[in-house]
């Protein structure tokens, strides 16, 4: 099983990122998936999940309003629009396949494979 993240880089405040998710060796289509996301100094927090169809989503407070979770079974791939970016969203971000079909789970020991994560930057 391989999840690959992809989409990170630096932007300034206010800007927008796109991250992707692209999955093998798994049936995409069986997994909710999340977003979870890690600070320098920090421990590693949920972000947002979405259900295996991509009909029920879950997001963290601080992120609702600015981040669009979805998938395409299909191509086997999650992505994570991010607007409105701000400082404070800077951390290492990572995809997760869920052990749940339809949950929507949002802490760590309920997620079965992980990405190797890719960095955001947000400059103020």
């Known amino acids: 099983v391989q999840l690959q993240a992809s989409g990170g880089g630096l932007v300034q405040a206010g800007g927008s990122l796109r991250l992707s998710c692209a999955a093998s060796g798994l049936i995409f289509s069986s997994r909710a998936m999340g977003w979870f996301r890690q600070a320098p100094g920090k421990e590693r927090e949920f972000v947002v999940v979405i259900n295996w169809s991509g009909s029920n989503r879950y997001y963290v407070d601080s992120v609702k309003g600015r981040f669009t979770i979805s998938r395409d079974n299909a191509k086997k791939t999650m992505y994570l629009q991010m607007n409105s970016l701000k400082p404070e969203d800077t951390a290492v971000y990572y995809c997760?396949?869920?052990?749940?079909?339809?949950?929507?789970?949002?802490?760590?020991?309920?997620?079965?494979?992980w990405g190797q994560g890719t960095l955001v930057t947000v400059s103020s």
């Open positions: 997760a396949a869920a052990r749940v079909v339809d949950g929507l789970p949002r802490v760590p020991q309920e997620y079965e494979y």
